[in-house]
């Protein structure tokens, strides 16, 4: 259950996600090599990307805009 801001303090919270059960909970009917294949990558890239969360504050915020160049590229 979400809180509101107290005190000015916020909270990131951090879960690494059983990718495996999310593949197998969407009933892509991988076999159990596959998934492993599918979930480590994914997996890394949690990691690699969980402790730079920890940067963020609550002023920022994602662009999803995309930025071309005057070229278009």
Do not use: Y
Request: aromatic share 6%; proline share 5%; charged share 25%.
């Amino acid at each position: 259950m979400d809180r509101a801001l107290q005190g000015g303090r916020f909270a990131i919270v951090v879960l690494m996600k059983n990718w495996v059960a999310i593949a197998q909970g969407h009933g892509l009917g991988l076999s159990a090599s596959e998934l492993d294949r599918i979930a480590q990558p994914l997996a890394t890239l949690e990691e690699t990307f969980r402790p730079l969360m920890k940067q963020l504050t609550p002023d920022m915020e994602p662009d999803f805009e995309l930025h071309l160049g005057e070229a278009g590229e």
